[in-house]
């Protein structure tokens, strides 16, 4: 059985936010709270991710700022499939209305 | 007392849990998770961000079981084997209720054999339950006479002359039938080729 990762709208909107500033690294939490997604929901998703090589995490070092923390930012290849994805999705969404009306 | 000492036993006691319980793999997860912390200041917030970090990780250890089942054998062969130990329980279940129901009234020298022969009869689906577990072919292969001759017989059940439990016959043929088709697919079968044995030789040792 293959992983087949599915593309719903929280794997959507959390590659979203790490898209719109893809160098930069991000905390958990701050994902949470932009993508508005619990921890529960959030983490096996980063966690997926990880596994597929889209996302690269690490520790940030404990002088810059007190205790450290993990960060999250999307490689190369996802940058790449996280861009694809949206595009597609953005399509579809212009599509719907037309499909609608008629 | 506050809801805020509660919250903060109940998280503490939580991560203690989590460190304790989390695989090897999903432990610098959990580390991950449990440093976020320190951004939450709300103690419900923190309450609510313990108990998601619960549930990522139980989803995500639930999520790598199923993938590891599925990687080792095909979905088809998991369920015809939980299936087939059913089967087995099912007609040990029956026999076992007819010797404690006393419904056997013969003497146990004219019995012992008969009896012995049953059960060893209804751990059959049992042993191939096992066999498909382990992608055994010969299991497999029995699994396809096994379903063919329980349809056969079902199927002659049902037509004799005003028997009962119809749809349930009907049913069972159906899953018999269904065993078969899955039992036959070539993925199925691909699955239960045997693997290559691949031989190294060590160094021999000096004495």
């Not at chain 2, 036993?9 to 580390?31: F, G």
């Not at chain 2, 069972?172 to 078969?180: F, M, N, S």
Request: aromatic share 10%.
């Amino acid at each position: 059985m293959i992983d087949s990762i599915r593309f719903s709208p929280h794997l959507l909107s959390v590659l979203a936010a790490l898209l719109e500033e893809p160098a930069e690294w991000r905390y958990g939490y701050d994902l949470s709270r932009e993508t508005d997604l619990k921890s529960g929901t959030l983490y096996p998703l980063l966690i997926r991710l990880a596994e597929r090589q889209w996302v690269e995490s690490r520790w940030q070092h404990a002088e810059e700022n007190g205790k450290p923390r993990h960060m999250y930012r999307l490689t190369a290849a996802g940058r790449r499939a996280a861009r694809d994805l949206l595009h597609e999705q953005a399509k579809r969404r212009a599509l719907k209305p037309a499909l609608q009306e008629r | 007392m506050p809801f805020s000492f509660f919250s903060e036993h109940i998280s503490a006691a939580a991560w203690r849990a989590l460190e304790h319980a989390a695989p090897e793999e999903l432990k610098p997860w959990a580390d991950a998770m449990h440093a976020e912390l320190d951004a939450i200041e709300a103690p419900s917030a923190r309450l609510r961000w313990t108990c998601g970090c619960m549930w990522a990780l139980a989803k995500t250890i639930a999520r790598q079981r199923v993938m590891k089942l599925g990687n080792e054998r095909p979905w088809p062969v998991t369920l015809i084997a939980i299936y087939f130990s059913g089967f087995c329980c099912e007609l040990v279940a029956v026999l076992g209720s007819q010797l404690i129901g006393h419904k056997i009234h013969a003497s146990w020298s004219e019995a012992a054999f008969p009896v012995a022969f049953c059960f060893m009869l209804a751990l059959l689906p049992g042993v191939i339950a096992a066999g498909l577990w382990l992608l055994d072919n010969a299991a497999r292969l029995m699994g396809i006479f096994f379903a063919l001759a329980h349809g056969l017989l079902n199927w002659a059940w049902m037509n004799q002359p005003s028997v009962g439990y119809r749809t349930i016959t009907l049913l069972r043929i159906a899953a018999d039938i269904l065993t078969l088709l899955l039992l036959c697919h070539p993925a199925v079968r691909r699955a239960f080729q045997q693997q290559r044995i691949e031989l190294r030789l060590g160094r021999a040792s000096h004495t």
